[in-house]
């Protein structure tokens, strides 16, 4: 079990005598493929390096200085550290929380509580700061005024806009990638081990604690690291909840720097040190998991069996059913009541009631039908493309294929610290101007969904390769395939579910991306999230509820369509 | 004789209108062969959804596509769609004079002479013929009055500044607005940056549109408005929300704002048409009545419960100033702000 799959490998390739074997003919493939996402990431990174590194005076050190010694600048770098520290903290606990109460426990209404998870991860964390908003501003907030008529009090009991509810709003939104990364472990780790613990005399809660956590802990750290640099990376939440109170991060910050008159050259500099944090961080996650093998299920069924949670079941349930209603029902109603309000904040009696918010956006306002087709388009072509070039990437890392395989993954996940309106600026820098114009048109979207969802299409990927055990492969090779029919008919079905789960995740994470979009967009090729920021600047209420429920509702049929499709649950692993 | 005057008179009238008309028919023509026309506006996204409507049912077969989005956002779009030489654009306009300066210097621009135009007064025509305003608003404050009380509100540019108002006040940005952009220009002519430096201290609820705090006063979030689009105010107003606009005895800020045809415009002819449909005394009365607009026709009558230009000290900026200070308002207004 515990024989690195790659020893193997190598074992049946002396084993058959082959003096020649690092030759193989699907070896072009995978070149082809790392050097495509190479590609991808240095055309934008040496445009913003470039960039960054010269001024009027040529080959200089002045942006830098200028950025980072304006105390409002370091300020808002400040922020974004604070916030994504705490973001990352909270989405580990809820996230690992719930993800095993899900899968190693009794909990009741189990499908459920995936199928809320699953609703907060595709809310897009700009709807859902806008959704807050709605609930918590100070004054007109819909909690806040309960709280006032319940209490008698003069005082609100939450501000959305400060730095403390900006947190709260991302990590709601945050969560869900630890849960899934720490669910599909939890489902794939089969009780063997507990029963051996068992057999040995430790109880139920010990077993958890050190056979299961510490089995979960990389995806625990992958998990706080993944919410880290997703909530530094984020640009609606802070814009809607942190700007109003004068708070910058580094997002809203390097967005500024856009405006008219632009500050490419600022906004570049401002960008370099975050690209060497994430270097730092990855080598870190590299250091602290080291090379330990995790691969605790191969070609054989493991079986789990269920922790009785006892008196605590109910508790337990009541807990989740607390912090899935902050993510999903108070924030999806009070996008409801508006959509159907003519003043948000007023009661919705009859006199309060319409449609017209719903016949102004679907029949009257112009932009919301060409954006529409561009969301759409744009998510299936990027899932797709994602997909199938994430699938070779994880395969080659994971797999090791290629010298320098490992560095390979930098160049994959580096777009996961890279904020995507700062990929916009390189992806601007690079092509509005010839050889490649792609400026004007929804391809330069492409190409930096393409990027940006890189990360998030590979680490799923990735994850699910490693609890693949490469014996089966291995196998499929002795008997003579080549590493892409190894790879098409054994690795791909058995990864199945966790490739849909990929295709998904990109096609949610491109339909409500809105970072780059934000930079990138001309008004030819806009999309429903610019829309809405948009409408959002202007106050337009009524109008972004109703377009954040079609994007919702769109989200979740297709969401039912592919696990229709792929016949079984694939959020967080199967249903097992 | 007398008879002979009336009939020639008759007769070059007849001629001169006909052959207008056989003029604005080509017009139409041309137009609708290229199809549509495609407009970047700052006017609030009801107010030109309407105005494109309007267009649309008058000129059947022309399609406008709207693009709407704050004054200082349109302006860095044409930009870099110009730096990229992307031609979408026909008709640009914003609430920032300035930036019409800005864009033909740049060259931008294209020169037209809209007869619809001919009547306006000298404030609203530029000299050279390339831009027009389209529109007058004013930037004013206004409050909630089921929270604050008639007598408590605030009557003065002044009276904003009150530490009372702590935690109640919504401001506007002039990094998005040009309506705010106006607005603190002239402002910080009357009173100078100390003014901005002691709102600050006030710790107001930055928004960005100067749209948007008519809803955050109507809600409620926070009772009292700055500064804000007048016309927007007034039509949430008019739509049944508690609002109650101030404007100010010792001048209020005027903002006109200009309309363009852009030099390299796709759809020139349909530009040249909705131009001449924008500044058409029908359209500019259509603004008056229903979206609350000044305008700088003449004819134009204005709703009863609306003031009359004439009465208020109106206190109008410099395109060319606007054009030069852009920078530095923004500048110093997010160093007093934040963001």
Known sequence: MSIPGTRVAEWVAEARGLGFKRFDPTLPVWIAAALFVIFLMLLPLGAIFTTSAYTEKGLSLGNYVEVFTDPAYLKAIWNSLIISFWVGVIAVAVGSLLGWLVTRTDLPFKRAVRALVMASFVTPPFLGAFAWMLLAGPNAGLLNNWYRSAFGSETALVNIFTIEGLIFVMALYSFPYVFSMIANVCELISSDLEDAANILGANKWKIALTITLPLTAPALIGGFIVAFLHSLSLFGAPAILGLPAGIHTITTQIWAFFQYPPRLDLAAAFSVPLLIATVGLIALQKKLLGRRGYSTVGGKGGQKRLLKLGYLRWPAFLLVAAILSLSVFLPYGILLKAALSKAWAMPLTADNFTLGNFSFTFFEYSDTRNAIVNTFKLGILTATAGTLLATLLAYITNRQLLRGARYLSFFVLAPLVIPGIVLAVGLFIAYTRPPIVLYGTIWIMFVAFLTKEMPIGFSQTESTFKTIHPELEDATRIIGANRLRALKDVTVPLARSGLIAAWSFIFIGVIRELSASILLFTPSSKVVSVVIFDLKEEGQIGAIAVLGILLLAVSFLIILSVQWLAGREFFAGSRG | ?339
């Open chain 2, 1 to 339: 004789m007398k008879h002979l005057v009336a009939i020639v008179l008759v007769a070059l009238a007849a001629l001169s209108t006909s052959s207008s008309h056989a003029q604005d028919a080509a017009m139409v023509e041309a137009a609708r062969k290229e199809g549509k026309v495609v407009w970047y506006t700052s006017l609030a996204i009801p107010s030109s959804t309407a105005l494109a409507h309007y267009f649309m049912s008058k000129y059947k077969g022309i399609e406008v596509i709207v693009n709407r989005n704050g004054s200082q956002r349109v302006l860095q779009i044409v930009m870099s769609e110009a730096g990229a030489s992307i031609k979408n654009v026909d008709v640009i306009h914003t609430s920032d004079a300035g930036h019409f300066v800005l864009l033909k210097g740049k060259g931008l621009l294209a020169q037209y002479s809209p007869k619809a135009a001919e009547v306006f007064p000298a404030g609203f025509k530029d000299p050279a013929g390339y831009f027009y305003g389209m529109r007058a608003t004013l930037s004013a404050i206004a409050y909630n009055p089921r929270v604050i009380n008639e007598k408590d509100a605030p009557k003065t540019w002044k009276d904003v500044l009150d530490p009372k108002w702590r935690g109640k006040e919504v401001t506007a940005h002039p990094g998005y607005s040009g309506i705010i952009m106006t607005h603190v220009l002239a402002l910080v002519k009357q009173y100078g940056w100390e003014y901005f430096q002691e709102l600050a201290k006030n710790k107001l609820h930055i928004v960005q549109s100067a749209n948007d705090p008519a809803q955050v006063v109507a809600s409620g979030e926070r009772p009292l408005g700055v500064n804000g689009a007048e016309y927007f105010y007034y039509k949430t107003m008019k739509q049944g929300n508690p609002i109650k606009i101030v404007y100010p005895k010792e001048g209020v800020p005027l903002v006109v704002s200009p309309t363009a045809i852009a030099k390299d415009a796709p759809h020139p002819n349909a530009a040249r048409l909705f131009t001449e449909f924008i500044l058409s005394k029908e359209n500019q009365q259509i603004l008056a009545d229903k979206e609350g607009l000044y305008t700088g026709h003449p004819e134009v009558t204005y709703p009863k419960d609306k003031p009359m230009l004439k009465d208020l000290k109106l206190w109008p900026v410099d395109a060319e100033e606007l054009e030069k200070r852009n920078a530095e308002l923004k500048k110093r207004f997010t160093e007093f702000f934040g963001a």
